[in-house]
């Protein structure tokens, strides 16, 4: 679902199995408004940030009582469930479970804010990943949260069980493995 300038109302929908460059479930940008009320983003595969979700450029979300689990950004870095970049999210008893990326497998944030009320932010993954010169590792960083100057509030949730993979090259470098849960 793309989204760009306006705004979309879900309810009770299950957005499974799609594949997109951004956002392979919802991708939202330019001021646009996503409300989305027990619905569930799963299995998606995003090419480069956001796999259930891309959130970005003035955009919002709104979500309560949703699963965002099972989601990748599989080549790029940002964000395995959901993505947010310059935006802002406000998500009530929302299971983010089971998604992977190299930076922020459950939820990425950057010059974003983000509130989470309840819920359950657990079992993600981040592994870095070869940049694209070949020559150093990117990511392994916020396996349940990645924040980059962002405001994020955590009120009456859970996250626990997630995981922040590193990996050590041939010179002896160890990239990532920082912040499993935030």
Request: negative net charge; glycine residues 20%.
């Amino acid at each position: 679902v793309f989204v760009t300038g306006a705004q979309l109302n879900i309810a009770n929908t299950h957005i499974h199995h799609n594949v997109a460059f951004l956002g392979a479930g919802i991708s939202a940008r330019n001021e646009a408004s996503v409300t989305a009320d027990n619905c569930q983003i799963t299995d998606n595969r995003a090419m480069l940030v956001g796999g259930g979700l891309n959130i970005s450029y003035g955009s919002t979300l709104n979500a309560t009582g949703c699963e965002i689990s099972g989601n990748k950004a599989f080549v790029g870095l940002e964000g395995g469930g959901l993505r947010l970049f310059q935006a802002s999210a406000n998500l009530t008893d929302c299971q983010i479970t089971g998604n992977s990326s190299a930076m922020g497998g459950g939820v990425y944030a950057e010059e974003s804010s983000v509130e989470f009320s309840g819920g359950t932010i657990g079992g993600n993954t981040v592994k870095p990943v070869m940049d694209s010169y070949g020559e150093s590792y990117e990511g392994g960083i916020g396996g349940g949260v990645y924040a980059y100057n962002s405001s994020v509030s955590l009120v009456n949730g859970s996250v626990s069980g997630n995981t922040a993979e590193g990996v050590t090259d041939a010179w002896g470098e160890t990239y990532g493995g920082e912040g499993g849960g935030v």
